[in-house]
């Protein structure tokens, strides 16, 4: 797989700051003072239903949307405050924002001249992504969604840039391409870029992030590492005797819930493991709780969320 190498960032710390952003439409409020970061090397999964702010807030990000009141800083610097932004920060708000009568190639090769990259780029651009010279010469409005998630991508790596701002960039395609993008944005992090991924989809993000942010309702509800956070969502164990391995971690003051699969224990692996050591049980199954934990988790807070607000006022326009 050819590889992107993102320029290095020029300072350390975090590359996206957001401090309190807020966004209100009349009496409704979208985005309600959010705070998050997001560091260098790393892939940081924004995660939330349909309408739950994040589409508002990475527009405030971007410079696409003003703020009601916050602020965020991309690199150090307001976004529209970057010389030349797309050399910096690579954006795909909306994959379907494109002109439908030009060919993906020419798409491109218009970015290029506005930023002021190489003709070559495309080319790099193109192979990266996946689209062929066939594909490339279609016009836009032939294209799949899948195929112009691509083509939006390219165009969000045609600058080179250190920082990577995506909107729901698995949105239309197939398990395959699912699995090309975790290994094209994984790499990217690998090699010293900082994505930020919005998804609702909390399986596909918890494979790749590092870093999960969680939103309900314009609210962050959670937020940490990926390990922390599947932590919190338990590690599920089966043994010979589940009986024992349960006692063995109540001893321990770990929460345990039971069902025929087993056990599921609000603690991480490592303690699971070394409980059933302790008390001479064989597990024959050890994983973390993943998505479904997470999802449970996610659920269970932005039902605390929607308690503690009452009725919304209206739907975010994300």
């Not at 995660?47 to 589409?55: C, H, I, M, R, T």
């Not at 990000?61 to 690199?75: F, H, K, Q």
Request: hydrophobic content about 40%.
């Amino acid at each position: 797989m050819l590889m992107w190498h993102p320029h290095q960032p020029a300072e350390s710390g975090c590359m996206i700051a957001v401090e309190n952003l807020t966004k209100r439409y009349g009496t409704f409020t979208a985005v309600d003072a959010i705070t998050f970061e997001a560091r260098p090397g790393s892939v940081t999964g924004f995660l939330g239903p349909n309408g739950a702010g994040k589409s508002t807030a990475m527009r405030m990000m971007t410079g696409l949307t003003p703020p009601t009141s916050g602020r965020s800083t991309i690199l150090g610097h307001p976004y529209a405050s970057l010389p030349n932004p797309a050399r910096h920060v690579g954006v795909m708000i909306d994959a379907t924002a494109q002109h439908p009568g030009r060919t993906g190639r020419e798409v491109l090769h218009l970015i290029g001249m506005q930023i002021g990259v190489p003709k070559a780029r495309v080319e790099g651009a193109l192979q990266l992504v996946g689209l062929t010279d066939e594909e490339s010469k279609r016009r836009v409005r032939n294209y799949s969604l899948g195929m112009r998630q691509r083509l939006g991508l390219a165009g969000a790596l045609m600058g080179d840039p250190q920082v990577l701002v995506l909107d729901e960039p698995a949105n239309g395609l197939d398990p395959q391409g699912i699995h090309w993008m975790r290994q094209l944005l994984r790499a990217y992090a690998d090699q010293g870029g900082t994505v930020l991924l919005s998804s609702h989809l909390l399986h596909e993000v918890q494979i790749i992030a590092d870093d999960l942010v969680m939103i309900g309702r314009g609210r962050i509800v959670a937020q940490g590492s990926k390990a922390d956070l599947l932590g919190a969502a338990g590690t599920r164990a089966n043994s010979v005797d589940n009986a024992v391995l349960a006692a063995a971690l109540q001893a321990r003051g770990v929460e345990v819930t039971g069902d025929r699969t087993g056990v599921v224990a609000k603690t991480d692996a490592e303690t699971v493991g070394r409980a059933a050591l302790e008390a001479g049980v064989v597990l024959t199954e050890l994983r973390t709780s993943g998505a479904e934990g997470l999802e449970e988790m996610f659920l269970a807070l932005t039902a605390a969320d929607a308690r503690d607000s009452g009725p919304a006022a209206a739907k975010d326009a994300a």
